[in-house]
């Protein structure tokens, strides 16, 4: 997997831009990052009418940009390069894409807000979009990557997911945790006892894990659990688990594959990126 050397954080004038930018600074030092661009959009056909005459008097993108490049300066502590892009488009989703390619970034930071804050950047058409993986910050992320989880099914597109984590392995002290939340399929349930049933598929992952760390993990992971998610959802366990756990650091692939506990990693990657997680969620492309 290519090393992250161009990053692009999304800023959108709201309170959560201070800590993506501190977070920005301590992921691009940690990865010896070369590039970091900080990209808003004025969607100016949204208070243009409103306000136009009073935009006809003044240089909007100069006011914004000094205000971005002021609070970067007194943040951005990282030894690396940084520039500041302001554009007005339509489509904000549309023109990250655009300098994703542009810049050839391989990390995607935005902020993870929420409700009562608003959405901010974070849809799943970007999750869609772009070709770089995506890191989401909550507010009370801690700059900090001590514990790191890693959501797998022990399928092939998993693997993308311990292979960036590996990047992180040789720059920092960390403990690799994997994570596999599993249902019995209710399909088997008028037929077989759920005790049975239990007893057959713990067995059958372990087995699986064994064999999948081996073969295909460069380092395996120090822990690896095997969570029962009783009557929730894969997604809705995850985040009573990362609530009560408190990691530093999820991560997941953006696709997944079926097997016995039914869990696609693609459709909870889904999921999670619409909760207002208290953990950042990395979305490895």
């Known amino acids: 997997m290519e090393n992250v050397k161009n990053i692009l954080v999304a800023l959108d004038l709201s309170s959560i831009d201070n800590h993506l930018i501190e977070y920005s600074s301590y992921l691009a030092e940690k990865l010896e990052v070369d590039n970091v661009y900080f990209v808003h959009n004025i969607k100016k056909y949204e208070i243009s009418e409103l306000f136009e005459e009073e935009l006809n008097q003044v240089n909007l993108d100069q006011l914004i940009g000094d205000e971005l490049n002021e609070k970067i300066e007194n943040r951005f502590k990282a030894n690396a390069n940084w520039e500041v892009l302001i554009s007005e488009d339509s489509n904000?989703?549309?023109?990250?894409?655009?300098?994703?390619?542009?810049?050839?970034?391989?990390?995607?930071?935005?902020?993870n807000k929420n409700a009562k804050e608003g959405t901010g950047v974070v849809t799943a058409k970007l999750l869609r979009l772009l070709k770089c993986s995506i890191l989401s910050i909550p507010k009370t992320a801690r700059l900090s990557l001590?514990?790191?989880?890693?959501?797998?099914?022990?399928?092939?597109?998993?693997?993308?997911?311990?292979?960036?984590?590996?990047?992180?392995?040789?720059?920092?002290?960390?403990?690799?945790?994997?994570?596999?939340?599993?249902?019995?399929?209710?399909?088997?349930?008028?037929?077989?006892?759920?005790?049975?049933?239990?007893?057959?598929?713990?067995?059958?992952?372990?087995?699986?894990s064994t064999k999948y760390f081996s073969k295909f993990v460069i380092s395996k992971p120090e822990n690896?659990?095997?969570?029962?998610?009783?009557?929730k959802s894969i997604s809705e366990k995850f985040l009573v688990?990362?609530?009560?756990?408190?990691?530093?650091?999820?991560?997941?692939?953006?696709?997944?594959?079926?097997?016995?506990?039914?869990?696609?990693?693609?459709?909870?990657?889904?999921?999670?990126?619409?909760?207002?997680?208290?953990?950042?969620?990395?979305?490895?492309?």
Request: charge should be negative; proline fraction near 4%; avoid cysteine.
């Open 92 to 111: 904000t989703e549309s023109l990250i894409d655009y300098i994703v390619n542009k810049y050839q970034i391989q990390l995607t930071l935005v902020g």
């Open 146 to 208: 001590n514990n790191i989880w890693v959501g797998t099914d022990f399928s092939g597109h998993s693997r993308k997911s311990f292979q960036f984590v590996e990047q992180l392995r040789s720059k920092l002290d960390l403990t690799v945790n994997a994570v596999h939340v599993y249902q019995v399929p209710i399909q088997f349930s008028p037929y077989v006892p759920k005790a049975d049933a239990m007893v057959k598929i713990e067995k059958h992952l372990q087995q699986k």
């Open 224 to 231: 690896t659990e095997l969570i029962y998610a009783k009557d």
């Open 241 to 285: 688990e990362i609530e009560k756990k408190q990691p530093d650091l999820v991560v997941l692939s953006d696709k997944g594959g079926n097997n016995i506990s039914s869990l696609l990693i693609g459709s909870l990657t889904e999921e999670l990126f619409d909760e207002s997680l208290t953990a950042p969620l990395l979305i490895v492309k």
